[in-house]
């Protein structure tokens, strides 16, 4: 489909509700016409992001932190685990005033080929909500 001399590809899929009230509160409070606008400029952001981590070259250190639904504490634990020969130090915390989440906070030196891997294995865990990267 073509609009206004630009090749644009209609996708249909499926949202939970409360996200879907999220992107309409968040549209109207930042000024987006459509539902759209917002989406294209959030996949334009992660795309944005995963290519910067990519270009990550060489040994690094830096600090991922993960805010997760308690229900996932045991694959983010295990995962944590199995990579301890290059995360150096990390935090835990409970939050339980408003939500049963948690936040870790890892401390790490590694090859960034590694990091990379580390990053996106905990970003496939079903539940973790956010990862994100601080390199020093």
């Not at 489909?1 to 109207?28: A, N, R």
């Not at 504490?73 to 150096?88: A, G, Q, T």
Request: charged share 35%.
């Amino acid at each position: 489909m073509t609009t206004k001399g630009k090749d644009i590809e209609i996708l249909s899929f499926s949202l939970p509700k409360k996200i879907v009230s999220e992107i309409d509160e968040l549209s109207q409070e930042v000024g987006y016409t459509t539902r759209s606008e917002l989406i294209r400029d959030a996949l334009r952001s992660f795309i944005r992001s995963k290519s910067d981590i990519e270009k990550i070259k060489g040994k690094v250190e830096g600090v991922i932190v993960l805010l997760y639904q308690h229900s996932a504490d045991n694959k983010v634990s295990e995962l944590r685990h199995k990579h301890m020969d290059v995360i150096k130090s990390f935090m835990h915390s409970d939050f339980r005033e408003r939500a049963s989440k948690c936040c870790d906070i890892l401390i790490f030196n590694a090859d960034a080929k590694r990091v990379r891997k580390i990053l996106y294995e905990f970003e496939a865990i079903t539940k973790v909500e956010a990862v994100q990267l601080f390199i020093a």
